[in-house]
């Protein structure tokens, strides 16, 4: 099959190097390029030889009269936008300069009439139409029409990566009235939620400080849709906390939280906290996991470790559990940059908003409601469950004691429930402990249930217009309360 190469200056250069024989653009189109490379392809001799469609006989004789030939293969690899703006400290001058304007237009071209022209935006499609051009003398219309959609999803994704770098150059963009999206693929998963649902992973372009995306997998099987879903969360509620601490997660919900002057120590409290739901569960720790941490966590099945860094006698020892997935995070700790977004799929639409990285609005604005006043310790406490609570599906209550979470009640459709199943979980280690909601509480009945239960303090963002009759149950019982002032709803 005899082939006339036509390309632009640097790739034709490059191509004439090699003895490959090549056509220069500018003798196509009998103008130079210009203005530093910006105007290369946009030219009629180029796009018609493109856009002609070859059944079309108006559409050749127009070709054949203005000697302009037919294109039959468009092949592009577009500026190195993304490679550019993942560099450090790009500028946006360089940023800018690294926008491709004549490929995208060519290959949308090449696209529209794939049914005439063959067009390859990825080098990973070379080996496969050489495939067909030797087996069968042409490329099938089955696999021009696959090449055409891929192009139109790489250009998509080009345009959108763009925008959205560029939106974030504004101050105080906030959302946009339009909203394109862009996320890379990072691997098939073995099914969804359920075995009879498809999923997959993807991640966003640019790197994400702190994010599961960022982890690097030392040892067992691929990670599911539950895990890595489950892994987010602990995760979230994980970057809460400077001191060494554990996060245990089973089903979205944190089941164990400590923190400790060491990891182990950190460890051992939050599978003391329940060391039922543990089992089969996930589990995170900013700190370095030692080989004293491993042969505890080892005793137990856990489906994933997540640590920012592992001993070697650690890794030997988590190892010898064939199922166990260890990742490694080095940047574990680290908070979202701001103007992160939060979203949620619905039927036929998508919910955005802010990440809720906030945990009070102010420590100064902490407001005593009781006759009572919390001591140091209480106080200690009442922050760790509040950082518990926020990330509990609502409605949630987590009750805590000496940094340890003791029992945690989530998405229960009514307070006095959450209240009831916290307080279960707790056990005889509930009294002298302090009790955290993610929301007000609109009737005095938890105050009376952990009363009853022997809870010392209570923090709630309040709000409720019938605040005082649970300021006044706190009063009779001798419970400290505080108001936050902010509410962490988690759906």
């Given at each position: 099959?005899?082939?006339?190469?036509?390309?632009?200056?640097?790739?034709?250069?490059?191509?004439?190097?090699?003895?490959?024989?090549?056509?220069?653009?500018?003798?196509?189109?009998?103008?130079?390029?210009?203005?530093?490379?910006?105007?290369?392809?946009?030219?009629?001799?180029?796009?018609?030889?493109?856009l002609a469609i070859r059944k079309?006989?108006?559409?050749?004789?127009?070709?054949?009269?203005?000697?302009?030939?037919?294109i039959d293969f468009v092949v592009?690899?577009?500026?190195?936008?993304?490679?550019?703006?993942?560099?450090?400290?790009?500028?946006?001058?360089?940023?800018?300069?690294?926008?491709?304007?004549?490929?995208?237009?060519?290959?949308?071209?090449?696209?529209?009439?794939?049914?005439?022209?063959?067009?390859?935006?990825?080098?990973?499609?070379?080996?496969?139409?050489?495939?067909?051009?030797?087996?069968?003398?042409?490329?099938?219309?089955?696999?021009?029409?696959?090449?055409?959609?891929?192009?139109?999803?790489?250009?998509?994704?080009?345009?959108?990566?763009?925008?959205?770098?560029?939106?974030?150059?504004?101050?105080?963009?906030?959302?946009?009235?339009?909203?394109?999206?862009?996320?890379?693929?990072?691997?098939?998963?073995r099914y969804g939620e359920n075995?009879?649902?498809?999923?997959?992973?993807?991640?966003?372009?640019?790197?994400?400080?702190?994010?599961?995306?960022?982890?690097?997998?030392?040892?067992?099987?691929?990670?599911?849709?539950?895990?890595?879903?489950?892994?987010?969360?602990?995760?979230?509620?994980?970057?809460?906390?400077?001191?060494?601490?554990?996060?245990?997660?089973?089903?979205?919900?944190?089941?164990?939280?400590?923190?400790?002057?060491?990891?182990?120590?950190?460890?051992?409290?939050?599978?003391?906290?329940?060391?039922?739901?543990?089992?089969?569960?996930?589990?995170?720790?900013?700190?370095?996991?030692?080989?004293?941490?491993?042969?505890?966590?080892?005793?137990?099945?856990?489906?994933?470790?997540?640590?920012?860094?592992?001993?070697?006698?650690?890794?030997?020892?988590?190892?010898?559990?064939?199922?166990?997935?260890?990742?490694?995070?080095?940047?574990?700790?680290?908070?979202?940059?701001?103007?992160?977004?939060?979203?949620?799929?619905?039927?036929?639409?998508?919910?955005?908003?802010?990440?809720?990285?906030?945990?009070?609005?102010?420590?100064?604005?902490?407001?005593?409601?009781?006759?009572?006043?919390?001591?140091?310790?209480?106080?200690?406490?009442?922050?760790?469950?509040?950082?518990?609570?926020?990330?509990?599906?609502?409605?949630?209550?987590?009750?805590?004691?000496?940094?340890?979470?003791?029992?945690?009640?989530?998405?229960?459709?009514?307070?006095?429930?959450?209240?009831?199943?916290?307080?279960?979980?707790?056990?005889?280690?509930?009294?002298?402990?302090?009790?955290?909601?993610?929301?007000?509480?609109?009737?005095?009945?938890?105050?009376?249930?952990?009363?009853?239960?022997?809870?010392?303090?209570?923090?709630?963002?309040?709000?409720?217009?019938?605040?005082?009759?649970?300021?006044?149950?706190?009063?009779?019982?001798?419970?400290?309360?505080?108001?936050?002032?902010?509410?962490?709803?988690?759906?």
């Amino acid at each position: 099959m005899e082939v006339e190469i036509v390309s632009t200056g640097g790739t034709a250069k490059t191509l004439a190097e090699a003895g490959i024989p090549v056509i220069n653009v500018s003798d196509v189109t009998g103008f130079p390029e210009c203005l530093d490379g910006r105007v290369k392809t946009l030219h009629p001799a180029i796009h018609a030889g493109v856009l002609a469609i070859r059944k079309n006989e108006q559409h050749m004789r127009q070709l054949k009269s203005l000697g302009i030939q037919p294109i039959d293969f468009v092949v592009i690899n577009l500026y190195p936008f993304k490679q550019t703006i993942l560099k450090g400290n790009v500028q946006l001058e360089e940023a800018i300069e690294n926008i491709d304007i004549g490929g995208p237009t060519l290959l949308r071209a090449a696209a529209k009439n794939y049914q005439d022209v063959t067009v390859i935006v990825d080098p990973a499609d070379y080996s496969m139409v050489l495939g067909e051009l030797a087996k069968y003398g042409e490329v099938s219309q089955e696999t021009k029409f696959k090449l055409a959609v891929k192009v139109f999803e790489h250009t998509a994704h080009y345009d959108a990566l763009i925008a959205g770098y560029l939106r974030k150059q504004i101050k105080d963009a906030g959302f946009p009235e339009l909203l394109t999206l862009t996320y890379e693929k990072v691997q098939d998963l073995r099914y969804g939620e359920n075995p009879h649902q498809k999923a997959v992973f993807y991640r966003e372009v640019l790197p994400v400080p702190g994010s599961l995306t960022g982890a690097k997998q030392l040892h067992g099987k691929e990670l599911s849709f539950n895990n890595i879903s489950d892994t987010n969360g602990a995760l979230d509620l994980l970057r809460e906390f400077d001191e060494p601490t554990v996060v245990a997660v089973k089903h979205a919900n944190p089941c164990g939280v400590a923190s400790a002057p060491t990891i182990y120590e950190a460890y051992m409290k939050a599978y003391e906290a329940d060391p039922i739901s543990i089992f089969g569960g996930i589990v995170v720790a900013n700190r370095e996991i030692d080989a004293q941490t491993a042969a505890e966590i080892n005793k137990i099945f856990i489906e994933i470790v997540v640590a920012p860094s592992y001993t070697d006698e650690a890794l030997e020892i988590l190892k010898r559990k064939k199922n166990i997935r260890i990742l490694q995070l080095e940047d574990i700790s680290a908070r979202p940059p701001k103007g992160i977004w939060d979203t949620r799929k619905v039927l036929g639409g998508l919910l955005v908003q802010d990440m809720d990285t906030e945990l009070l609005p102010d420590m100064s604005q902490l407001k005593v409601v009781t006759e009572k006043k919390p001591t140091d310790a209480e106080m200690e406490d009442l922050i760790f469950a509040w950082k518990v609570v926020k990330h509990t599906r609502s409605n949630g209550i987590a009750i805590a004691k000496n940094k340890q979470s003791l029992g945690i009640g989530p998405g229960q459709v009514n307070r006095i429930w959450a209240v009831e199943q916290a307080i279960q979980r707790s056990g005889d280690k509930v009294k002298g402990a302090v009790l955290a909601s993610d929301a007000f509480f609109p009737f005095p009945d938890c105050v009376e249930a952990a009363a009853k239960a022997g809870i010392s303090a209570i923090i709630q963002p309040g709000g409720s217009i019938r605040d005082q009759e649970s300021i006044d149950a706190c009063n009779r019982y001798g419970i400290a309360m505080i108001f936050t002032g902010m509410r962490h709803f988690k759906h």
